[in-house]
């Protein structure tokens, strides 16, 4: 039987059901089907059927068929007799007016959980982006927060850059990277003459090998090829690493299309004191001077002038390049740049503008301790080396004032024009320390 020849006039015969999610509904009459849609208990959008008709059809299509058929005073549909039937199975049905919601539904539940787990991943990575070291056993804790402190996270492809740091028994040496990677790590390490914190002259070389995982490397066995112990004071180090790889699951998901450092390898100077190089700089300068009073005593003031004027210059150049390179770590770190600027200058003021201060009344009291030369020759070298000094606090405190012109968050443009005139700046003063080395080695060769 068909839509078209079905018996819409009959409105007696209990024979139409309603079908809903929690199951069907009757069987009601015609008119009572008609009664309850004019009371709206059902929606017009809601499936029924009836016996005789081929499946379920809308409520609505049930109103304009039945009202049709009695505007137009048609006669009977003719009735084709058919065996009493259920209506279709309700989960089949249920299924078939449900698949298209709940396709969408899935749909739309995928992407919100893909974008609430693109969301948790970012959010996820970007609480990691920080230096982070483990404390080991025999590392202090004053030297555990100065490696946090001087160490911060400057990207997850980062190279390799070392510093150095040693136990307060100078039994353990540690190498400490800002870079997310793993390597085998060969050191050697030979002292600088008379940069050990020591009144001999004596010769250290040694060399350790170790693994940097997790930031670090620790260097526990030495093996000395001059010298029998670790001497605190400035050394050269030559410093080697291979096979190298990304470090932790997050530097290797990030750095999936880089590679890390296939071979590095390195010269530099590094400090092998505990206490840091600030305290390492005054203790070699007091050791300096026992020094010199051994050598007054020994050759005379005449030969310990020059070898202590040579040595403020030295000093000048030291202060030069350490101030120099407090300002480039500056302008490379990572951090809010104005509380950053605030942090560094104060650094600056208390690190090195009272050392300058300090250094000027000290020479002058050192140049007049110096009975056996002439008083021009002491008048000439202490002004010198004040005007060198002031030079030197002068030029800091421009590029101070600079940095604090610059916006809130400078764009790498900006720092690396800036460290540029760092470079700049700094450059030409160590250039004339170095021409006025020479002619104190001139002064020195052709005194009377």
Not at 185 to 194: H, N, Q, R, V, Y
Not at 227 to 242: N, V
Request: net charge neutral; proline share 3%; charged share 30%.
């Amino acid at each position: 039987m068909t839509l078209s020849n079905f018996n819409w006039t009959d409105k007696d015969s209990t024979r139409w059901f309603i079908l809903l999610p929690t199951g069907h509904e009757g069987p009601f009459s015609l008119t009572t089907l008609l009664e309850l849609s004019h009371k709206k208990h059902f929606a017009h959008t809601t499936k029924v059927w009836a016996e005789g008709l081929p499946g379920p059809i809308e409520l609505t299509e049930v109103l304009e068929r039945s009202q049709s058929a009695i505007l137009n005073d048609e006669e009977s549909f003719l009735s084709v007799e058919v065996e009493d039937e259920l209506p279709p199975p309700i989960d089949r049905l249920l299924e078939e007016n449900t698949r298209p919601k709940n396709r969408k539904t899935r749909i739309l539940f995928g992407g919100l959980l893909s974008l609430s787990l693109l969301l948790f991943v970012f959010y996820f990575i970007k609480t990691q982006e920080h230096f982070r070291l483990y404390r080991l056993p025999k590392m202090s804790l004053d030297l555990y927060e100065r490696i946090i402190r001087e160490n911060s996270f400057g990207g997850w492809s980062r190279d390799l850059f070392f510093k150095e740091y040693i136990s307060a028994d100078h039994s353990l040496i540690w190498l400490v990277t800002a870079s997310y990677q793993s390597c085998k790590i060969e050191a050697k390490f030979a002292s600088i003459k008379d940069r050990l914190l020591t009144m001999d002259d004596e010769k250290i070389v040694f060399q350790s090998s170790g693994v940097l995982k997790n930031h670090l490397v620790e260097l526990s066995s030495f093996d000395f090829e001059s010298g029998s112990r670790i001497i605190p004071g400035l050394y050269e180090m030559d410093l080697k690493a291979t096979e190298c790889v990304w470090n932790g699951f997050l530097p290797r998901l990030i750095n999936r299309f880089a590679h890390p450092t296939l071979d590095y390898v390195a010269r530099m100077k590094v400090i092998l004191f505990s206490k840091g190089s600030f305290e390492f700089n005054r203790n070699l300068e007091n050791l300096l001077s026992k020094k010199k009073e051994l050598e007054e005593r020994r050759k005379g003031q005449q030969i310990l002038f020059w070898q202590d004027l040579e040595q403020k210059f030295h000093t000048l150049e030291a202060v030069t390049l350490q101030i120099e390179q407090h300002f480039l770590d500056f302008l490379e770190t990572e951090r809010p740049f104005k509380r950053e600027l605030n942090h560094m200058i104060e650094t600056y003021a208390k690190m090195f503008g009272s050392f300058l201060s300090s250094f000027v009344l000290e020479n002058e009291k050192l140049f007049k301790s110096y009975h056996s030369i002439s008083a021009s020759k002491k008048r000439n070298y202490e002004l010198l080396i004040r005007l060198i000094s002031k030079k030197i606090g002068l030029e800091s405190m421009k590029l101070i004032e600079e940095f604090q012109t610059m916006k809130r968050n400078p764009v790498t443009k900006q720092r690396k024009s800036a460290a540029r005139k760092v470079r700049q700046v700094f450059q030409k003063i160590k250039t004339e320390i170095n021409e006025k080395l020479s002619e104190v080695e001139k002064d020195q060769l052709y005194q009377p």
